[in-house]
């Protein structure tokens, strides 16, 4: 039997079909009620598999959020953390980057001609790198409209094949008992690829997506070598990161 909404909480989904997220200081401006109603109400739209919510707020759940409605979110932040990524490169690795707004970042905070290679199943981080003069391969398989990624078996041999020295990957959550996750299953299994192939693994994610699980779990905590990050996540999650091994920074 469908879910019944109210008026509150149908604007909210309505919002989230409109933008992909929403935040909770929106919430609290458009509706005349406590915060503490406004979670009830999330937490009623995510039993009832519209959203998943997140550190100050909630994503629509369900599908792929495209690209292009994700490009303007957080955009001063994403940056910070992809030129805190891209400095870690140095001259003669061979580098993965998957799809991603954030990944993306990267890609543009690279010197033109500098001196590796890079993988990538995005098709944005490809165009990005062609004008740099930046030797890069572009995986072979199916398109992933929403993501403008390569998926599927072609790309996971293809990516599976090769040696990194750094890879740098999305995720859309992470939690302490399912560890990083993507809404995509083929998207993860590419991710889950590129960890064992890497001698080391960067997951760059801006601080919303702390303490949220998304449907598939590509790494445990103790897989990934660093976050790269706006914000710390809360002390317990923290607190599980350090006791993982994990590193975690700060964009500048």
Request: charged share 25%; with cysteine; proline share 2%.
């Amino acid at each position: 039997m469908p879910t019944s909404l109210n008026d509150r909480q149908q604007r909210i989904k309505e919002q989230l079909e409109i933008h992909g997220e929403i935040r909770m200081n929106d919430m609290k401006t458009m509706f005349t009620v406590t915060e503490m109603t406004i979670r009830r109400d999330l937490e009623k739209l995510e039993q009832a598999g519209i959203l998943r919510r997140t550190f100050g707020g909630a994503i629509l759940l369900g599908k792929d959020i495209a690209l292009k409605d994700r490009t303007g979110l957080r955009a001063d932040e994403k940056a910070s953390i992809g030129r805190t990524a891209a400095a870690l490169i140095q001259t003669g690795e061979y580098i993965f980057i998957d799809g991603g707004t954030t990944t993306i970042e990267v890609a543009r905070a690279l010197k033109p001609g500098l001196g590796i290679t890079v993988v990538t199943n995005a098709l944005n981080v490809a165009n990005e790198l062609q004008e740099k003069r930046i030797p890069t391969i572009l995986s072979g398989g199916m398109i992933l409209e929403a993501t403008s990624t390569v998926i599927g078996p072609f790309a996971e041999n293809m990516i599976g094949s090769m040696a990194y020295s750094r890879v740098f990957l999305g995720t859309t959550g992470l939690t302490a008992e399912h560890g990083f996750s993507n809404s995509n299953m083929y998207e993860a299994e590419i991710k889950k690829t590129a960890i064992r192939q890497a001698s080391e693994v960067n997951v760059l994610m801006d601080h919303t997506k702390f303490g949220a699980k998304d449907f598939i779990s590509f790494a445990e905590l103790g897989h990934v070598h660093r976050v790269i990050t706006d914000k710390l996540p809360a002390a317990e999650l923290n607190k599980a990161c350090k006791r993982a091994g994990i590193e975690l920074v700060l964009g500048m």
